[in-house]
């Protein structure tokens, strides 16, 4: 699912914090998905044959600007769902930090592939802005010529807007995901899946 | 369908068979998807055809140039317009109608029988609408999951809606009509050509049929919707996780 995998990077690396990891709280997620798009997508464009050729440099970039925006606990809590029953808070820790390294480790590739030939924009808030959670909708220019549309599911914490899921074509990043790690974790244990995930056996996207 | 008793037969034989050797009897949505144990059967056996069906669209995907696919990609999709035409005016949207109608009329002609996309060039916009997305709008929303057998994932009201559709479907015409096969092989292999890409992602899932099932599921509702579906209910997520409660102590 080279393609779908592909706009889920460029789809996260978008909504990836802005440039010095200092946004406002209290920003809009509309104004947050647009600032850091243009801020991640020029630093890239300028740099890189620099981030080509040091990956770990594109990766510190990301780790640094991507983490503020988003809110990789509650994603992995969602995605364990009733799996997470009992399983200790250390354990679950480590579940999501696995679940960061490896989104980190993919939105970067994301970046350098799409870099340079791919547009985006935000399309404007719709209807009111609720107040626990919201939608902002995204369009994508493919490489073959195409759109596709992506959208990221924002909810409102202390700490401002944080983003927690990623919808390509109506199929959600959480939804999908979840369903593949619940029954593994029933079936296996959390060990066993924290394990496969830090070994990259277990992959992230569909 | 002189040739399709022999057809189905070989599609019942090869179903039990795909049965016998069907191993996973998990149930993982009695809801949405009651008849998980038959789909899993047919799905095993749409994957035995695929072992014939993949080499076909890997060699068709090494030869042809891309131009040449998208054409072909371009053409099967001009003629869907006749469909997406007559449930347009089934949903009484009559303005998106007009634009299909457009469409098929420009691209059939300046575009070289659909082979060019000449009318997305001149910013007319494309719809999909099919049967089972009418019936969605007229009230059957929500229908249990069906694998069909050779068309894959589906539901009750879509597998329905689509022998419906073939009726009109230019493909489908040449099919209950004369009897031919070719253009719908040949979409065939140009379909299966397209999802190259995610073949590895599917087979390393945890479980491939309830991958396939979720991404057919989700990108089915958000199609119902225009593009603009409700929002999941991430609560009831969260309300499988015991947030305040500690954990046991052993």
């Not at chain 1, 939105?107 to 924009?121: D, M, P, Q």
């Not at chain 2, 080499?55 to 054409?71: E, S």
């Given at each position: 699912m080279n393609t779908l995998v592909r706009i889920l990077l460029l789809a996260f690396a978008c909504s990836s914090g802005n440039l010095f990891g200092d946004h406002v709280s209290g920003e809009d997620p509309v104004s947050l998905v647009e600032d850091t798009t243009v801020h991640i997508f020029a630093d890239v464009a300028e740099n890189l044959e620099e981030y080509t050729a040091n990956p770990a440099a594109l990766q510190a970039l990301v780790r640094k600007?991507?983490?503020?925006?988003?809110?990789?606990?509650?994603?992995?809590?969602?995605?364990?769902?009733?799996?997470?029953?009992?399983?200790?808070?250390?354990?679950?820790?480590?579940?999501?930090?696995?679940?960061?390294?490896?989104?980190?480790?993919?939105?970067?590739?994301?970046?350098?592939?799409?870099?340079?030939?791919?547009?985006?924009?935000?399309?404007?808030?719709?209807?009111?802005?609720?107040?626990?959670?919201?939608?902002?909708?995204?369009?994508?220019?493919?490489?073959?010529g195409g759109q596709a549309p992506v959208d990221y599911a924002f909810h409102n914490t202390p700490d401002g807007w944080k983003a927690f899921d990623v919808i390509v074509e109506g199929i959600s990043y959480i939804t999908t995901y979840r369903n593949q790690i619940m029954p593994d974790v029933q079936a296996n244990g959390i060990d066993s899946v924290i394990e496969r995930l830090g070994s990259g056996q277990l992959e992230l996207a569909e | 369908m002189r040739k399709?008793?022999?057809?189905?037969?070989?599609?019942?034989?090869?179903?039990?068979?795909?049965?016998?050797?069907?191993?996973?009897?998990?149930?993982?949505?009695?809801?949405?998807?009651?008849?998980?144990?038959?789909?899993?059967?047919?799905?095993?056996?749409?994957?035995?055809?695929?072992?014939?069906?993949?080499?076909?669209?890997?060699?068709?995907?090494?030869?042809?140039?891309?131009?040449?696919?998208?054409?072909?990609?371009?053409?099967?999709?001009?003629?869907?317009?006749?469909v997406t035409f007559v449930n347009q005016v089934l949903q009484g949207k009559a303005t998106q109608s007009a634009d299909t109608f457009g469409r098929f009329l420009i691209n059939s002609t300046i575009g070289l029988l659909g082979f060019f996309d000449v009318a997305s060039r001149m910013g007319i916009p494309f719809y999909n609408e099919d049967l089972g997305q009418t019936m969605a709008s007229w009230g059957y929303e929500d229908s249990r999951y069906l694998v069909l057998p050779v068309f894959g994932p589906s539901t009750l009201r879509d597998g329905v809606s689509r022998y419906a559709d073939s009726f009109i479907h230019p493909v489908g015409r040449a099919i209950h009509g004369r009897n031919k096969w070719g253009m719908w092989i040949v979409r065939g292999i140009d379909q299966r050509a397209r999802y190259l890409d995610q073949d590895s992602e599917l087979k390393q899932a945890y479980d491939p049929y309830v991958l396939m099932r979720d991404v057919w599921m989700q990108n089915r509702q958000y199609q119902i919707y225009d593009g603009d579906p409700p929002m999941t209910d991430y609560d009831l997520y969260l309300d499988d996780y015991p947030e305040e409660e500690p954990p046991p102590e052993n």
């Open positions: 600007n991507l983490m503020p925006l988003l809110d990789v606990d509650y994603a992995a809590r969602l995605v364990l769902g009733r799996a997470g029953r009992g399983i200790e808070k250390e354990k679950i820790d480590a579940f999501s930090d696995c679940m960061s390294e490896l989104l980190i480790n993919r939105y970067s590739k994301g970046l350098l592939y799409f870099a340079g030939e791919t547009k985006l924009w935000v399309l404007p808030q719709r209807g009111e802005l609720n107040e626990k959670i919201t939608r902002v909708r995204t369009r994508v220019t493919l490489p073959n | 399709a008793p022999a057809l189905i037969s070989a599609i019942i034989i090869s179903l039990l068979l795909a049965g016998c050797a069907g191993t996973q009897n998990r149930r993982t949505d009695p809801e949405g998807d009651p008849w998980e144990g038959f789909n899993r059967k047919v799905y095993a056996f749409n994957d035995g055809l695929d072992k014939v069906v993949r080499p076909v669209a890997v060699g068709y995907d090494k030869i042809m140039p891309d131009p040449f696919q998208r054409g072909v990609g371009n053409f099967f999709r001009n003629l869907d317009a006749p």
